[in-house]
């Protein structure tokens, strides 16, 4: 049963770059690693998902070691609308476990 | 393409009522996943559907909580009685399958007084 571990919070400034890191000791070896994104009364949304190595999209850069027992979401030239809680999935078949969430807070 | 759909957005009962929670996923979409989000805590699952067929209920509270998904399309979750720690915005998403990114609707926040 993966169980995942992220910082409670973290501030920083407009036009930084910020990594969020999410360890997953016990990653399976089939599961894949996702972050999601959500503000206050929304859903959460999809941002980025990877297996292995590094992944990037518009948005967001994803980095996974060799172990896959950690990853680090990559924001790069963070503005205030960054702002929210990001989630770390990691997908063990058919038992979907959600980290508590890192509180980003982007500063002016 | 139309998004994940849920009704009523907002709920208030009193102790030991009953409610219901209604979902329409995306079209297409396989995998319907109901989320129990406390304020303040990471959504925790409480059941995933593949088509209509239940693949993990594990975190269900099965004395009080069903679900169903008839013809695996819409799908209903209902509490019965209702407690004080069910309050809660419950969140459904759909995915194309298991695995796959998940869309979420925008939920329904349940007060129990």
């Known amino acids: 049963l993966a169980k995942t571990t992220q910082p409670i919070s973290m501030d920083s400034y407009e036009g930084q770059e910020v990594n969020i890191t999410c360890s997953h000791n016990n990653i399976a070896t089939n599961d894949y690693i996702t972050w999601y994104q959500q503000f206050p009364s929304q859903g959460p949304r999809f941002i980025i998902q990877?297996?292995?190595?590094?992944v990037t999209n518009e948005v967001a850069s994803l980095f996974i070691p060799a172990d896959r027992k950690s990853s680090t979401l990559s924001l790069p030239r963070v503005s205030l609308s960054d702002t929210a809680v990001y989630y770390c999935l990691v997908g063990v078949i058919y038992q979907l476990i959600w980290g508590a969430g890192t509180k980003l807070i982007i500063k002016p | 393409e139309a998004g994940v759909a849920q009704s009523p957005r907002y709920k208030i009962i009193e102790k030991r009522q009953s409610v219901a929670f209604w979902c329409n996923p995306i079209s297409g979409h396989a995998t319907l996943y109901w989320y129990q989000q406390i304020l303040g805590q990471g959504p925790k699952l409480l059941i995933q559907f593949q088509n209509n067929g239940v693949v993990d209920d594990s975190q269900l509270p099965k004395d009080r909580f069903s679900a169903e998904r008839l013809k695996g399309v819409d799908s209903t979750l209902k509490i019965q009685p209702a407690k004080l720690e069910d309050s809660a915005v419950y969140l459904c998403a759909s995915s194309q399958w298991s695995q796959e990114t998940q869309y979420f609707g925008p939920g329904t926040r349940l007060l129990v007084l």
């Open positions: 990877g297996y292995k190595t590094k």
